[in-house]
């Protein structure tokens, strides 16, 4: 089976330009988190996803961060008017239930993201 | 709020040697789970081991064991029979269920396996 997919895989900004990045979660998963990770650092919660509400996001670093899961699968993490401190890999992640004791994530293989 | 501390940010070792990569951790909650992660180059992060923080026997997972000292917070990972498919970027991370669903990692250790 497929496993998470994000695209693109990297994207090139303009400082004050907005994006959109993708997360295609495993087929079924009911969990879906997104994290922000810079460079030479762990990563860093973001915002997390039950089905389509949107649970937790106080990992969003300001309100130019904005994620969308509409229909309970595919998700959308959108910047707006992008800065040089938003360059990061922006990893996707999800899981086949509400998390439970060591239940794992599954991770997808991230955006990279750079802002010039 | 948890922290997680990885204070070694380069390891190597031989391949077939033993290596063992540390982590410690701040919780003020009796209840937790702690996790290995390794990210290879290609990025996708893979869980390596994980431990409840209930259980006294330290979690094992073929070439891959934790040293848990849950009085001291600590949280290591020992890899036995190092193999070149192990260098990778290793991360520790914390969860509880009070603190939601969120994994809090720490800073990474960059593993070097040398033949």
């Known amino acids: 089976g497929a496993g998470v997919s994000q695209s693109p895989r990297y994207k090139v900004a303009k400082r004050g330009q907005d994006v959109a990045l993708r997360c295609d979660p495993i087929?079924?998963?009911?969990?879906l988190f997104w994290y922000q990770q810079a460079l030479g650092q762990g990563p860093e919660f973001l915002t997390y996803f039950q089905n389509e509400a949107q649970l937790d996001k106080s990992g969003l670093p300001s309100d130019r961060f904005f994620a969308e899961r509409p229909e309970g699968s595919v998700s959308t993490l959108k910047i707006q008017r992008t800065q040089q401190e938003d360059s990061a890999v922006y990893l996707c992640?999800?899981?086949?239930?509400?998390?439970?004791?060591?239940?794992?994530?599954?991770f997808g293989p991230g955006t990279r993201l750079t802002v010039l | 709020a948890q922290t997680v501390t990885q204070s070694q940010p380069e390891m190597s070792v031989q391949e077939a040697e033993t290596v063992t990569l540390s982590c410690t951790y701040d919780?003020?909650?009796?209840?937790?789970?702690l996790f290995w992660y390794k990210q290879p180059p290609s990025r996708q992060m893979i869980l390596v081991i994980r431990?409840?923080?209930?259980?006294?026997q330290n979690a094992t997972e073929n070439r891959f064991s934790v040293n848990f000292q849950k009085a001291a917070k600590s949280f290591s990972l020992k890899i036995s029979d190092s193999q070149l498919g192990d260098a990778a970027m290793y991360f520790c991370a914390y969860r509880s269920e009070t603190s939601g669903s969120r994994l809090t990692f720490g800073e990474g250790t960059q593993l070097t396996v040398n033949p």
């Open positions: 087929s079924g998963h009911v969990s």
């Open positions: 992640a999800s899981s086949p239930r509400p998390l439970l004791g060591t239940d794992t994530q599954y």
């Open positions: 431990q409840e923080a209930y259980k006294q």
């Open positions: 919780t003020s909650e009796s209840d937790y789970y």
